[in-house]
């Protein structure tokens, strides 16, 4: 690394008011409470986890982070795995839990190699093994005996599982299963963990008995080594190169050369072949994984949230921070202005802000929702067995309102994650110039979010789920029949005041907002009925309404959740009056800012009228970015995210940026280091080639 | 690099259809005259040259793709400037011009070190240097024997030149100027080519004499020792750091303590400090660099088409060849579908294919006009010197005329450029997970392409331009003074007919849909002109304002010059009948796509109806889809970027996809020569350290 500057250089301060000067002004300008409010979102005993796994973390020098940004590919992901395993060996010493070593992870802040074994390799054997199994493959590779992957998509079938093409053929002869990839594009691609990492998979494979085909099913597959690491024979396997982000994340691509594998490695807790028959025995319960998919997405939903605070959290601050221009309303030789003061920064990154906790609260709703009917249908399921009292109806109710969180966690997720990444960039954005410079720690984590967009269900495709469901709900309200669900009741409301029409009075009544967010759905999704059962367009031709559709519903329940929370007694109690009161200020700038957005249908399906909109846009709005804009710096103060976590020369707490960003690029970028020979017809690039070698 | 696979892995093939033969079948299908159209674009003698210099490049080891993502930024910057010498001595060898260069760093694909030195640099030096200083700098820089950059943006100041605080002191006593940083934030910063590269700098500083501020005035400065590269004395300076994108540029940091430079060294064409007298001599002609400036953003309009054009031939060629699910409403056992058959694949892709064409042939649409105008003026300004004919009256038409276009361009620049950056990543998500791979061909190219919507005027910044200028235009219109320019006419006629309202008839007359773009950006002109001028409200509460007026009519710009292009003799009398109609399809797509996007504003200044929005969007948007559709791989293709250029395993214009894929996974990732020890309680990260370690 280069020798520090010269003294004239080390005695330079940024003009004034320095950051620090601007940041404290910010935070005294607010009464907003950061710590009760920090305790409302993520809990004292969380907050002070963190902040113990914080200070081990930080004392330990491989996850100094100044080198993450100058690393090539192949040396980034040596140095994650060294983090992975140094993560293990801490939580040992230090008896951390899972979910401590979860927290040690979003703290350090980059897929590690091990992600995928932690993660659905664990869960997919312990939710799919038989307790044999769970002795010979689950405990082994709790203890990281066993290090594995979970191998489904392929290299030419992504979300289609139905389409994979690896076999898993069943040989009465011997018992075995012979797993093939029967040609280029059933390779397995994109599995986490698999490049360099795993010995072992667990691979989705089509299911062959006597010739016919039982679907996708679960194997268990050693395919290196314990020893020596090399891919056994008739496997080939590896890295599928670098991506846009997640470089520390060995993806892998897998393929098989009529690989035997002995009985026991299909993983049989909801299927298996019956080794004295030869016989496939039929699932248990599939809908069981219904329900873990709901559970990710609504976590999704949640960490969206957190993954757009970062971004908000560095902005907003580094907005207070820089200056340019003057107003041009000021008067002559004024200061040059706040970023943050703009209008047009604000109407950026003030309904991004509100936006994190509107995802937030999302999240927390959802996961509450679940959890809470998980637990009633485990009682109307202990019920129905003993033979008393309402089991059956209760399992029916709880399995109406799976189908109904099933759906609607598949639109939120898709809007969530949309918002999130595209959030971080316009966050980006908004710190201009310098946004760019990795130093600003928005890009690398914008390039590793990126592909929660595509994961768990394309954001796209998801679309179509969520409409199938409104389409199914709006035939069975119109046949009187619509369950008792928050749906259902959005349609029924509708159907009633179809004909008198919506006068909904957005600017007076929080309410009100909520009603018109759920008539544009209603009222789309009849629309939508109407060209799919009486118009018989075809389901091709709908794909593009049925993304509306599913949009319209998720922002209306982000909307709904977000104003729950704000009004919810639990709320209420825990924050003084004006916390409250700018809590409620970000529920409304949320909500208007996005049926502003989405104006041209609440026209349509009459929801509003188009002075409300021009009320909305003109006064309201604005008006809302006043209210909010003192409080900025608090309400991402409140989140919580450790400077070290943020590792951002912009979003620093001090708001000491510009000595940040300088030391960094003069004293921790080993660019600095090549001395060039520039002139084109000499043919060395270097002129001091051989010390930067001999560093190496 | 790693070992090829074993025979089993070679003879394998993906999954039948193979992508050669459904982009054979999608050239079938379609009639478009690819090379007719590549003509038009681009020219048959620009096509020849690309084609002669790209061969040159691909027998050139040092410019092979395959090592660009896997390097660190230390190696990939070295590796940046041996092809920027390299390409300089191919122009030598090969008698190239600068256009040449350019064509050839445009297939490079990549920033070069020298990338400001040939650029701005010399322009600098050329526009605003006396002979003498020609001589003494321009010429020697011409030939590489001084490196240069160009130094205006600080730590602290980006887009607010006056605010600059680099100093550049007069002194009698022994006629200098003393260049002086007297803060951390007047650190030069962001300069490209200056990190590692540059000996000379041309250095914005503001000018004092005798103690008074003239403003800003470029001067060049020695920074580095011709010989030994290492900085001057009292020269601090380095690169700043990694960056989201444009990692093989060295912007750099510069600081100067009280260092002195010759009076020579101020570039004095337009204004100099007089030695004799110590006085500042006025500035010439300042209004010369407006014209620079919007012959710049004209080229960036043009080029965004181009930028853009890359990721919508990468993602329309691989959603031809992926194939996803079957159709819903297809019977059971269909083949997989196209994912481009798909409506919701279609909507995100077919309009930025549309928007391609819309932004070049408005980049062409406004330099022409430009170039027009240069040559008008400087015709007139003859006539006006020999004091004959119109000369004052044509200079003044002409200085009109350049006001409008340095305003449009600026609206433009945001526009075109937002369009393609964003547009850039629509592209690469619409190729799902893959298009998350480097090999994608995407990713990097956005990444790179990011600052064009910062520099050369924030695209947010930008719109405060265009907006004055339209409030200004519109009150001209008003006093009845209105100039013979476009604004100022579709501001009459919305004026004129704003009583008897419109009724544009968008779905059947394309000149109707021009007029509707106009007549909603003159209305949003005076309700934004009545706020400010009758309402008084403050410039910051209407930035918002100002912004949606600059994006109504740099849209209506592109809607008119795609309109004016399609419809133009020229094209016309070029193409043969199918093509020119599909043409059209396109120009209403995007003029309708964009319509029904920014709905909202044509309802409230009722240009359409809802009912009209209605049938866009039900209705002839789909149709135009179903159009355009199986034309799309033809009129990606007519933009003749070769394969190698492209650098894309999901682009490729054969169509065999998942087989280079496969084999840069594979063969060209040097991550898959590491072998893990992956136990985390062995502190190795590899088993192979030695042998790996030994290759470097």
Redesign the interface.
Known sequence: M?NP??A??QA????SPQGTELLTQERAQSNIDVDTLGDLLHTKEALKKQDEILSVLKSEKVFDKSRN???????K??LA??R??RL??LKKAHNWSDEDVHVANDLVSEPT??GLHASMFLVTLREQGTPEQHKLFYERARN??I?GCYAQ?E??????VR?L?TTATWDPSDQTFIIH???????K??IGSL?????HAVVMAQLYIGGKNYGPHPFVVQIRDME???PLE?V?V?????????NTM?NG?L?F?KLKIPHVNMLARFAQVDKATNKYIRPASPSLMYGTMTWVRSNIVLQAGGVLARGVTIAVRYCAVR???Q???AKANAE?NQVL?????Q??LLPLLAAMYALHFTGRGMMRLYEENQERMKAAAQADQEKRGAGPEQLRAGSDLLADLHATSCGLKALASTTAGEGL?VC??AC??H?????SGI??WY?DY??T???EG?N?ML?QQVARYLLKSARAVLAGKGTANDTSRILQAYLARRDKGASFDILGNDADIVAAFAWRTAHLTFETLK?RDVEKR??????????RLSTALSQYLVVKNFYEAVNSPEIRSSLDKDTASTLRSLFRLHALHTL?RE??EF??SAAVT?RQ??LTQ?SEV?KLLDEIRPHAVRLVDSWKIPDWQLDSALGRSDGDV??D??K???M????????????????N???NAGEIKSK?
Chains 1, 2 share one sequence.
């Open positions: 280069p500057p010269p004239w250089v330079l301060k940024p003009a940004h100058v690393l090539g590919r192949t040396e992901i040596q795995l060294a992975g395993k293990q060996q190699p091990y990281y005996e290090i998509t290299l030419g079938h992504g979300s289609n389409g093409e990839s029967p040609t280029l594009t059933a390779s691609w994109w490049g360099r990492t795993a010995n020596t690491h090399q008739n080939y590896g890295d599928i190169g670098p991506k846009f982000g997640y060995d691509f393929l050369n200056r340019q221009f107003d041009r309303d040059e003061n703009y209008k047009m920064v109407i950026r960039e980006r954005r201009g110039g946004g760019y410079s990795n130093y890009g690398p390039a990126l592909p967009l595509t994961w394309d796209y679309t060209y075809s389901w091709n031709s709908l794909l593009i309404n049925f993304w502003d104006a041209s026209f349509s188009v909109i021009g003109t604005p510009y000595p960003l300088f960094r690029a003069s921790q970028n080993p660019v600095n280091d090549l001395v060039f020979d520039p002139y084109p017809w000499n043919e690039v270097l002129k190496l």
